[in-house]
């Protein structure tokens, strides 16, 4: 059983910065695609940005500049640095890993950006 524990959410003036975390517990697992998706209110849940074994990425439009993510494949652990956070940027956001193909999610850690 893979469990995954984020960190890192909370709240923040726009224009600032956050650094999300998640790492998954379990030994020798063979993670494959780890990401971050969000959800607002009212709205589907959204990818923000994934990266693969090979260390490629892919960022939503609403981020592209704004946001890196970045894995540490010893340490099971995905980030997520948010700079210059938009209130549009509020939402919960979950972390999801495929180990190697079974998705695994996070709990969601909330990030609010006030104006």
């Known amino acids: 059983q893979v469990q995954l524990v984020e960190s890192g959410g909370g709240l923040v003036q726009a224009g600032g910065s956050l650094r999300l975390s998640c790492a998954a517990s379990?030994?020798?697992?063979?993670?494959?695609?780890m990401g971050w998706y969000r959800q607002a209110p009212g709205k589907q849940r959204e990818l923000v940005a994934q990266?693969?074994?090979?260390?490629?990425?892919n960022y939503a439009d609403s981020v592209k500049g704004r946001f890196t993510i970045s894995r540490d494949t010893i340490r099971n652990t995905v980030y997520l640095q948010m700079n210059s956070l938009k209130p549009e940027d509020t939402a919960v956001y979950y972390c999801?890993?495929?180990?190697?193909?079974?998705?695994?999610w996070g709990q969601g850690t909330q990030v609010t950006v006030s104006s």
């Open positions: 999801n890993f495929l180990v190697p193909t079974t998705p695994y």
């Open positions: 379990g030994r020798r697992i063979s993670i494959n695609t």
């Open positions: 990266i693969n074994s090979g260390g490629g990425t």
